[in-house]
């Protein structure tokens, strides 16, 4: 979709969180989301930006914000609470798994969140499937309260605990391959790409042999990206909003390559492009993000 000049000029080149991934981050505008298997193509104006020279994060920069990460994302939600993002309702429609997954409709489906925020992804999920066990954990300790705070936070069906999935071992909370699902929504995107293979080696060992983890999160191209100055850049597809916290963009190659690096083998891997509206600027913009499964190999099915 091409901007008209007037909102070209409207657009901030730094985006604030709150004007790119507010609560309107999946309100439909104009057409539903379209599944394709290649990256979005850039209008010439974008294509003119991103082709630029860019200035990445100088080092000192860099390490002070790895160091400092989860002091960011606690001051995230000291900020916002649990009023930033709407509850996703839509995950059993996107991943049939969720639903599909028992061999018979009373069977319990044992579930891990990875990075769970406030539990926008696991409450909806509870409140409509009483046969569902979560374990939800998230990098940040403020986050982790947050949840355990919820009305509908019951120890009986869900285990929220704090966890660094880089280098806290999963399995001090989670049985060694006692997890059916894993979901991983807008969450490998935070992690420092040097990193990632750390998080998905500690997923691994919870997930049972043949099972699913679903991922969705932001894709390559998406309008997000585009506005990153070249002072927020820390690498490729990498960089650092105004907050201290950071985000990756995923193309489908990276993404499958790291996974099946660690393991797991692809099931599905496109990009979803949908058009949504920016209250604030008055416009629809083109969001990209990736939506992927990813089954870990059952030596008992063979090869």
Not at 94 to 123: D, H, M, T
Request: charged residues 30%; hydrophobic residues 35%; contains cysteine.
């Amino acid at each position: 979709m091409e901007l008209t000049e007037d909102a070209k000029c409207d657009i901030k080149e730094t985006p604030s969180r709150e004007e790119v991934e507010s609560k309107d981050e999946t309100s439909p505008c104009g057409t539903d989301q379209t599944k394709i298997s290649v990256a979005r193509l850039l209008t010439p104006e974008e294509m003119e930006k991103s082709s630029g020279e860019q200035t990445l994060v100088s080092g000192f920069k860099q390490m002070k914000l790895e160091k400092e990460a989860q002091k960011n994302w606690d001051l995230f939600y000291k900020r916002n609470t649990t009023n930033f993002f709407k509850d996703r309702h839509w995950t059993t429609r996107e991943f049939e798994e969720l639903k599909a997954y028992r061999e018979f409709e009373s069977q319990r489906l044992v579930l891990l969140e990875a990075g769970c925020g406030v539990g926008n992804c696991i409450f909806p999920l509870l409140e409509d499937d009483l046969n569902i066990f979560v374990y939800a954990c998230d990098f940040s300790p403020r986050a982790v309260e947050f949840v355990k705070r919820n009305t509908l936070y019951c120890p009986e069906r869900c285990c929220a605990f704090q966890c660094d999935l880089t280098k806290d071992d999963l399995r001090t909370n989670v049985p060694e391959d006692g997890v059916d699902v894993v979901t991983l929504i807008f969450v490998l995107s935070a992690v420092h790409p040097e990193k990632m293979k750390l998080a998905l080696q500690n997923i691994s060992r919870v997930l049972k042999p043949g099972g699913v983890v679903l991922f969705r999160d932001y894709g390559l191209h998406d309008h997000a990206m585009l506005r990153f100055k070249s002072g927020n850049k820390l690498g490729e597809n990498f960089y650092v909003r105004q907050d201290g916290t950071r985000s990756y963009f995923f193309s489908k190659e990276f993404l499958a390559e790291l996974f099946e690096d660690t393991g797991f083998q692809t099931v599905a891997n496109d990009y979803v492009l949908r058009e949504t509206v920016n209250k604030k600027e008055g416009i629809c913009v083109p969001r990209v993000f990736l939506q992927s499964k990813f089954t870990k190999p059952d030596p008992s099915h063979g090869s």
